[in-house]
Nanobody
Framework: QVQLVESGGGLVQAGGSLRLSCAAS????????MGWYRQPPGKQRELVAT???????NYADSVKGRFTISRDNAKNTVYLQMNSLKPDDTAVYYC??????????????????WGQGTQVTVSS
């Protein structure tokens, strides 16, 4: 089992910045990928950014150039630096982790975990 603890949300004015953190804890797993999703009020959850174990990143078009995702592999922690925030960025932000489990000799499987969510509110 993996636990994800998020922090860093809050209220900020348009044009401001916030940094989200998500720390993963647990045992017997490897991290395949981590990322951030968000759910704006009245809308479906959507991808914000992901980063693989190899460091490859992927961003939603709406945040490219403004948000940066990064990882500290030693700490199993993922960060989301959010700059030039807009009111449309207002949402609950969820941390996501895809864990890889292995069992000898050759069995492997993936399990996805979610954080509890952190509110980001951008005022105009």
């Amino acid at each position: 089992q993996v636990q994800l603890v998020e922090s860093g949300g809050g209220l900020v004015q348009a044009g401001g910045s916030l940094r989200l953190s998500c720390a993963a804890s647990g045992s017997s797993f490897s991290v395949n990928a981590m990322g951030w999703y968000r759910q704006p009020p009245g809308k479906q959850r959507e991808l914000v950014a992901t980063v693989t174990s190899g460091g490859s990143t992927n961003y939603a078009d709406s945040v490219k150039g403004r948000f940066t995702i990064s990882r500290d592999n030693a700490k199993n922690t993922v960060y989301l630096q959010m700059n030039s925030l807009k009111p449309d960025d207002t949402a609950v932000y969820y941390c996501n982790l895809e864990a890889l489990y292995r069992a000898p000799p050759n069995t492997r499987w993936y399990t996805t975990y979610w954080g509890q969510g952190t509110q980001v509110t951008v005022s105009s």
